[in-house]
């Protein structure tokens, strides 16, 4: 898309966020009493960010409903271009995955599935993939060269593998020079974005209601599976 255009489109995002966080329904709790309808709403809005600089459409295959066409084509995609506004859509990726973590990956899982439907099931595909590509293209470029917002971005990701991965109460805390210094490590990248999708992959299991999120939920974990591939 040209400068302009997605320029305009996100004016129209900023200002639609403005007008929404102005009510008082604009809660992400999904047991929010004034109904889901305003968490469907975030996990669209985050959607509308990706697919501005990530036309993953034609990549991710759902029409064929096979759990391993579909990894293998997201497996396929082209890499993703790394631009200041792709930040955005990182971000709201990144927000995204930390939701469940808060409240628990196993206890989403159980109880909200009627929340968790297929609007964010979509989303969440889309975030993994950005996100797990995004990390991928980091050793190439070195902790030194990453711009500030990718810097505090990547800090939080770790953040959040931590919690949801095994962890030692005798193992230190990193320093965040530590941290970064992981970015150089192309195979410790690799299992953070493996990490990452598995939340997600957690979150849709038990769902009950679509047949659709278990279908993504799957597919996510065989994409996981194939980034270990050469």
Not at 9 to 31: A, F, G, I, Y
Not at 58 to 86: D, F, K, M, N, W
Not at 181 to 195: G, I, P, S, Y
Request: glycine share 6%.
């Amino acid at each position: 898309m040209r400068t302009g255009d997605l320029a305009l489109l996100e004016d129209v995002l900023r200002n639609w966020k403005s007008r929404w966080q102005q009510t008082p329904e604009s809660s992400t709790n999904p047991r929010n009493p004034a109904g889901p309808i305003a968490f469907t709403s975030s996990a669209l809005l985050g959607q509308a960010y990706v697919r501005l600089y990530l036309d993953l459409g034609p990549c991710r295959a759902l029409q064929s409903l096979q759990r391993q066409q579909i990894a293998e084509a997201l497996y396929g995609a082209p890499p993703i271009v790394r631009t200041p506004g792709l930040v955005m859509a990182l971000l709201h990726g990144v927000h995204a995955l930390s939701i469940p973590v808060r409240s628990g990956i196993d206890f989403v899982a159980r109880t909200h599935s009627l929340y968790w439907s297929i609007q964010h099931s979509l989303s969440s595909l889309e975030y993994s993939f950005l996100l797990s590509r995004w990390l991928l293209t980091l050793p190439e470029i070195g902790p030194a060269r990453i711009s500030e917002h990718e810097r505090l971005l990547f800090l939080w990701v770790n953040r959040i593998a931590e919690e949801t991965g095994p962890t030692s109460e005798d193992q230190p805390a990193l320093r965040e020079s530590d941290i970064l210094e992981k970015v150089k490590d192309f195979t410790h990248m690799v299992r953070l974005a493996q990490a990452i999708i598995r939340v997600w992959v957690r979150t849709f299991k038990g769902n009950a209601c679509w047949g659709l999120v278990d279908l993504v939920g799957s597919s996510l974990e065989a994409y996981a599976d194939l980034l270990d591939s050469p």
